[in-house]
């Protein structure tokens, strides 16, 4: 994720990741639930079992995932690995992982960062360049309005609401995003994306489409991988389109 795509871009790039593998929202949700199964008490978990319901996760997945997590069924011990680096013309890329295997995800990562011209790095390389935030998207088409969202997202701890073509973005600390969450979901506002992500703090726009190209099949790429959790730029240039 980097620059605000459209909500069609948006949406043809959640289809594409719902049909390619429930795995990952079944390892997200064991690893939450390590901290507690019930997600009334789990934040962490009432968010990850919210994806992966709208992913069309069934529910007795869910509740397996759940089981494993706080062991009442036997199941993997996944590691959380963040890899950093650039992708080609020098596009920070951030790559959250969640694993049982490092050897393999490292192992993988890098050789999509070979393939498509780009260079992974240290840790700490260009995680400098985002900052922490939870991130709401609405989509104009639902009939929500900024005001709407102002009377309710700012009240309960949001820093900022930004109005685009298509959609309104709603942005807030991690620390507040819980209770943003609880409160639209309170008032009815359904959002297409609700998540705590890595958001650019500073840009870069590659200087020609091979780049472009490039960027677009490794972050593809590392997306069908079934470790790959999230995959973030800070390109300036819409890359689901």
Request: aromatic share 8%; proline share 3%.
């Amino acid at each position: 994720m980097g620059r605000h795509g459209t909500i069609a871009g948006r949406k043809a790039a959640q289809d594409s990741k719902r049909a390619a593998s429930f795995t990952k929202y079944a390892r997200l949700i064991t690893v939450a639930a390590k901290a507690g199964g019930d997600p009334d008490y789990n934040p962490s978990l009432r968010t990850a079992i919210d994806k992966a319901k709208a992913a069309g996760l069934p529910n007795d997945n869910i509740k397996r995932a759940i089981q494993k997590g706080t062991g009442e069924l036997e199941g993997e011990s996944y590691e959380e690995l963040t890899f950093e680096g650039y992708g080609a013309g020098g596009v920070a890329v951030v790559v959250e992982t969640l694993t049982d295997n490092k050897n393999r995800t490292t192992s993988s990562v890098k050789h999509a960062f070979d393939k498509f011209g780009g260079n992974l790095g240290t840790p700490g390389c260009v995680s400098y360049m985002f900052t922490r935030k939870g991130v709401f998207v609405f989509d104009k088409e639902t009939g929500v309005t900024e005001e709407q969202l102002m009377d309710v997202a700012l009240e309960a701890g949001a820093d900022d609401i930004v109005e685009y073509d298509d959609s309104f973005e709603v942005t807030c600390s991690p620390e507040a995003f819980d209770a943003v969450s609880k409160a639209l979901k309170d008032a009815n506002l359904e959002a297409l994306e609700a998540d705590i992500n890595n958001v650019p703090s500073m840009e870069s726009t590659p200087s020609d489409n091979s780049a472009i190209s490039n960027l677009k099949k490794m972050i593809e790429t590392l997306e069908d991988d079934d470790d790959v959790q999230k995959v973030f730029t800070n390109c300036a240039i819409d890359l689901y389109e």
